[in-house]
């Protein structure tokens, strides 16, 4: 029968806490309960009775607690087949008793090494035991229930409730897949702090047969178990070769929302590559800061004026080699990612001065022409968005057309606007944001938004000019526009009411140009 009830349970954790309503439920159905040292004191001060592992295997912990169980009688309580005559025979010739459940919490390795700890007291947080238990369980599902985090804990005391006390053969499988995942991504971070230490550089990790530790195959196609998705409760995997687009320099390992920031920066600065000293600052895949200049640093340190307050924990990327002179400014802001095509040698020691700062040094690549989304019960696609438009893309309906100046300042803004999330719009000069409102339900919100933070950062946007992603169905926002000093407009058009907007901006003396392009961006 797939159903099984649980008798026994291992329970070994570094956590405690989110424990005790689970061990309550155990301890309602009856469940024998076998423990070691810090867990067995807490499952005894929540009053259960434990036996403890070294009782049941008739050996001590030794090595300061590096071995406690690594034993057959709770290896082989877990691995033994309930269907198998001879696993059966076996295990009550040698006195093995059955263990349904393992509950584990592995050490913090990685929150260890985050912590900037002593290589001593990292390593001595690599699970030997633990990571083995799971593993054991999990390969074990058909007759045993693995728990592998404490933020599984709440949803399996509801399932014990649920189905008193038992677990079915799809709830078991379900969390052996939650297992490995823990335990390939723990792997994942160790083989990441390892590598840090050694004079092997990536490449020569992946091919130099004298220092070989993974096929180069093998990560082609990987796949990329991430700590968690953008909440701790999502678990979440990447699917691709981070190596193929960066060489990671320094630092952490990428997060999820790490990857989704890369993503849109990468995206951005695309549209940059080519041109003059290029800087985006973005946060939640939103620019809250882009400019050009005649250096890097000036580059950087305009993008940083638009919004110093959102560039604090944000992705900085840049088109250009990052000189001693920009690191220096860099320096001096907490963020998370920095993306560059190239790292001077003197700016490198500079930047890695932050230990858990990432570099990526990207790599020149053609992106997807389509783009895939889950959705539903199924997925969409779409081509890329690819289109970019320039001054020939603009017909003026105006009558003043916008000065040279202003059709530079047109093109960089409808840039950013391109890769904002709607209802956007951006205010900006030849070479600098401004301001943008974003992700507003009122295109009107998104001006007064973009509006109030040009003018909270101490911009005068008088002579700056406007894009929106998507046509004005009312002249409200050319009027609103007007009034704070724009002087020149780029969007789509396609409104029944295009005149509308165009009669307000000849009223205003504004010049306004439509492009045909609607870049919606959800």
Do not use: W
Not at 56 to 72: I, N, S, Y
Not at 244 to 257: E, I, M, R
Not at 354 to 377: E, Y
């Amino acid at each position: 029968m797939s159903s099984r009830p649980i008798r026994a349970a291992l329970l070994s954790v570094y956590h405690k806490d989110r424990l005790a309503p689970l061990v309550q439920v155990l301890r309602q159905h009856g469940v024998t309960l076998y423990s070691t040292g810090g867990t067995q004191k807490f499952l005894e001060e929540e009053g259960a009775e434990v036996t403890a592992v070294e009782d049941l295997t008739g050996f001590p912990e030794v090595f300061g607690g590096r071995v406690k169980t690594l034993h057959p009688k709770v290896f082989g309580g877990i691995l033994h087949r309930r269907h198998d005559e001879g696993d059966l025979a076996q295990a009550k010739q040698h006195g093995i008793p059955p263990i349904d459940l393992v509950v584990v919490d592995l050490y913090p390795f990685e929150e260890t090494v985050a912590s900037g700890a002593e290589e001593q007291d990292v390593i001595e947080k690599i699970d030997i035991g633990g990571i083995a238990l799971l593993r054991a369980a999990a390969k074990n599902y058909r007759d045993v229930l693995v728990v592998s985090s404490r933020d599984q804990y709440a949803a399996v005391t509801e399932l014990l409730t649920a189905k008193n006390g038992a677990t079915d053969l799809e709830d078991r499988r379900h969390y052996a897949a939650a297992a490995f995942q823990v335990t390939s991504h723990y792997d994942t971070e160790i083989f990441g702090y390892l590598r840090q230490g050694t004079s092997f550089t990536n490449e020569k990790l992946l091919t130099d047969n004298s220092s070989f530790l993974i096929p180069h195959s093998s990560l082609s196609a990987a796949s990329t178990p991430l700590r968690y998705g953008e909440n701790p409760h999502q678990a979440a995997v990447f699917h691709g070769d981070l190596t193929a687009l960066f060489d990671q320099l320094h630092g952490k390992q990428l997060s999820y929302n790490n990857l989704v920031d890369v993503d849109a920066a990468v995206a951005l600065m695309a549209e940059f590559a080519d041109g003059e000293p290029a800087c985006a600052i973005l946060k939640h895949t939103n620019a809250c800061g882009v400019a050009q200049a005649a250096t890097l640093r000036e580059a950087y340190l305009n993008a940083l004026s638009c919004d110093p307050v959102s560039a604090f924990g944000g992705v900085i990327i840049v088109n250009k080699e990052v000189d001693a002179a920009t690191a220096s400014e860099l320096n001096q802001l907490f963020f998370e990612v920095l993306i560059a095509p190239g790292f001077a040698a003197e700016a490198l020691p500079v930047l890695q001065s932050k230990k858990n700062r990432i570099l990526l040094l990207q790599k020149p690549v053609q992106f997807p022409a389509r783009q895939i989304k889950t959705l539903l019960n199924g997925i969409i696609e779409q081509d890329a968005d690819r289109q970019t438009e320039t001054a020939a893309d603009f017909r003026t309906v105006t009558q003043s057309a916008p000065t040279a100046e202003e059709t530079a300042a047109l093109v960089f803004a409808g840039k950013i606007c391109k890769h904002t999330k709607s209802n956007t719009i951006v205010l900006a000069r030849a070479g600098q944001l401004l301001a943008s409102g974003v992700g507003q339900t009122s295109r009107v919100d998104a001006l007064r938004q973009a509006i109030e933070k040009a003018r909270a950062f101490g911009f005068d946007l008088r002579g700056a000019v406007m894009a929106s992603d998507a046509f004005f169905p009312f002249p409200d926002c050319v009027e609103i526009a007007g009034a704070a000093g724009i002087r020149a407009v780029v969007q789509p058009g396609g409104s029944v009411k295009d005149a509308d907007s165009t009669r307000a901006c000849d009223e205003l003396g504004m010049a306004m140009v439509l492009t045909g392009v609607r870049h919606f961006k959800h």
